[in-house]
């Protein structure tokens, strides 16, 4: 179960690397579908998911620091992605609210998986 954060992360970062892909690619197929606030968002979910991948490694070590930082990254994270995905408003296009929803179920995933006691047990146990 200690293994499962770290998968889950790298499914996480693998989807965030996708998304500064498809941006670039668009940017010059169809730059209607690009906007400086897409570029903005990919990069920086790009460098925070690469962080989190950091910090989820230090979990399976049993580090209760970077436990807490994952866990406020997985919960924020997903309260973040619903409002960018449901709010009429956004300036962000469609396919980038369709590739923030599959992050927002990793990131669901992740939170669930950190509450379970097989993890958390984990932690006590290293300290």
């Given at each position: 179960m200690?293994?499962?954060?770290?998968?889950?992360?790298?499914?996480?970062?693998?989807?965030?690397?996708a998304?500064?892909?498809?941006?670039?690619v668009?940017?010059?197929?169809s730059?209607?579908?690009?906007?400086p606030?897409?570029?903005?968002r990919?990069?920086?979910?790009l460098?925070?998911?690469?962080?989190?991948?950091r910090?989820?490694?230090?979990?399976?070590?049993?580090h209760?620091?970077?436990?807490?930082r994952?866990?406020w990254?997985?919960?924020?994270?997903?309260?973040?992605?619903?409002?960018?995905?449901l709010?009429?408003d956004?300036p962000?296009?469609?396919w980038v609210?369709?590739e923030?929803?599959i992050?927002?179920?990793?990131?669901?995933?992740?939170?669930?998986?950190l509450?379970?006691p097989?993890?958390?047990?984990?932690?006590?146990?290293?300290?």
């Open positions: 200690t293994n499962a954060p770290l998968r889950l992360m790298r499914i996480f970062s693998v989807l965030s690397a998304l500064v892909v498809a941006t670039a668009l940017q010059f197929v730059p209607s579908l690009v906007n606030v897409v570029w903005i990919a990069i920086g979910v460098a925070l998911s690469l962080l989190a991948l910090w989820a490694a230090r979990v399976r070590e049993g209760r620091g970077a436990y807490r994952l866990l990254v997985s919960v924020a994270g997903s309260v973040g992605i619903a409002v960018l995905t709010l009429p956004t962000y296009p469609m609210r369709v923030q929803a992050q927002g179920v990793v990131l669901i995933a992740l939170a669930w998986t509450t379970r097989a993890v958390r047990t984990h932690l006590r146990a290293v300290r």
